[in-house]
């Protein structure tokens, strides 16, 4: 067994050598001559003739540049070269957050966007910035959960949880005081009821009736506003929290009613807060 080894690492180093002395006398122009050919320090019709020799059929170097020492390898026509210039995929932290609402059609919006070239949407909600379990984990795990991207794309991430979160706001804005923020919003009752359904189907309809769930009286006259069914739908509490820190320049509202009935134009207002070249049309 030990002599078969011997064998093949001596049969491959024996190659690699002839390989490499082939390819330097090839390079040098010095390989073996024979009657009739000349290589060494021909010119290029020289090496044609020798591929076009009736002799032999077979061309193996014809697509291989043949270099002489003093020839400058960038000036050869016979090497292909791709210019990517400053373009770099990478991992990159979010330029825009879909932060909520739940039930408000952040889905759908994050669907959409992702039919545009210049967006890279996370997949999944990552629950970085209301999680502190997640947050331990740093930005730079968190730009990991991000798809590859270039300097110019857009990338998103969506959580609908961010927006009711008491310090979202502040740790976003360390990670990124420009980023912009999508809101998508819609009737709070709808909201609400949707919201409640979902919880209903996860708890196979083990839940009070959606009216005794959201009220605190018998007469069903007293909302629970500590409700989280409920609270998320006061918008303007939320709001408030996140102003203290970014301008509503920063904050887009998407109508949640308009973006199913009407979707093109509440995707054009997106595109332009986004700063995209218009691609989302139909």
């Not at 932060?99 to 909600?125: F, M, W, Y």
């Not at 989280?228 to 970014?246: A, P, R």
Request: glycine share 4%; proline share 5%.
């Amino acid at each position: 067994m030990y002599m078969q080894t011997f064998r093949q690492r001596y049969f491959c180093v024996a190659c690699l050598s002839c390989t490499a002395v082939f390819c330097y006398l090839l390079y040098t122009g010095q390989l073996g001559e024979t009657p009739g050919t000349t290589i060494a320090h021909g010119t290029d019709d020289d090496v044609s003739e020798l591929f076009d020799s009736p002799e032999s059929d077979v061309q193996p170097f014809a697509t291989i540049p043949l270099f002489r020492k003093e020839e400058n390898l960038t000036a050869t026509d016979d090497i292909l070269y791709i210019d990517i210039g400053e373009a770099r995929w990478q991992f990159r932290l979010p330029k825009a957050l879909i932060i909520g609402v739940r039930q408000g059609g952040t889905r759908a919006l994050l669907d959409i966007l992702t039919r545009h070239p210049n967006v890279k949407a996370c997949s999944r909600e990552v629950h970085f910035f209301d999680r502190q379990e997640n947050y331990k984990l740093g930005l730079d795990w968190y730009s990991s959960q991000m798809p590859l991207s270039l300097e110019a794309d857009i990338v998103i991430e969506r959580t609908p949880d961010y927006f009711i979160a008491d310090d979202a706001p502040r740790l976003i804005y360390k990670m990124s005081p420009s980023v912009k923020l999508l809101v998508v919003v819609r009737d709070p009752t709808v909201r609400a009821i949707s919201d409640y359904a979902e919880l209903f189907e996860k708890y196979d309809g083990e839940m009070k009736p959606f009216e005794e769930y959201v009220t605190a009286d018998s007469q069903h006259s007293i909302v629970k506003t500590y409700s989280e069914i409920v609270n998320t739908g006061v918008y303007t509490s939320h709001l408030k929290n996140w102003m203290k820190y970014f301008p509503l320049e920063q904050i887009h509202f998407v109508n949640g009613e308009l973006l199913f009935r009407d979707p093109v134009q509440e995707m054009k207002k997106v595109q332009i807060f986004l700063a995209l070249k218009p691609f989302i049309d139909e």
